[in-house]
């Protein structure tokens, strides 16, 4: 299984972005899916998880309201939808997948991309 992000840039403090995780390889079907991020000198951290079936979604605080996981399986793709965006959002953002459950912790996925650059910068 290959993870590829798109979809970062430059944006204004409260403009959007939407992230895509483009699965290939196998199918995402049975794979939870989660967005991590990195700002330079900080750890990774979870933003946002989804299980494999749907039905378990989870954030990270700092996004809760802001952000939102969707996944579609027709095109093996999972999307985060990130509006009212902040300075503290920037960060390489990446996604990573592991069998069926959500979980925001980094050292329970082993499949990762390659990240995206979203800066949040007048």
């Known amino acids: 299984l290959q993870l590829v992000e798109s979809g970062g840039g430059l944006v204004q403090p409260g403009g959007s972005l939407r992230l895509s995780c483009a699965a290939s390889?196998?199918?995402?079907?049975?794979?939870?899916i989660a967005w991590f991020r990195q700002a330079p000198g900080k750890e990774r951290e979870g933003v946002s998880c989804?299980?494999?079936?749907?039905?378990?979604?989870d954030y990270a605080d700092s996004v809760k309201g802001r952000f939102t996981i969707s996944r579609d399986n027709t095109k093996n793709t999972v999307y985060l939808q990130m509006n009212s965006l902040e300075p503290d959002d920037t960060a390489v953002y990446y996604c990573?997948?592991?069998?069926?459950?959500?979980?925001?912790?980094?050292?329970?996925?082993?499949?990762w991309g390659q990240g995206t650059q979203v800066t949040v910068s007048s």
């Open positions: 990573a997948a592991r069998s069926l459950i959500c979980s925001l912790v980094r050292y329970h996925y082993a499949t």
């Open positions: 989804m299980s494999s079936n749907g039905g378990s979604i």
């Open positions: 390889g196998r199918t995402l079907d049975n794979k939870a």
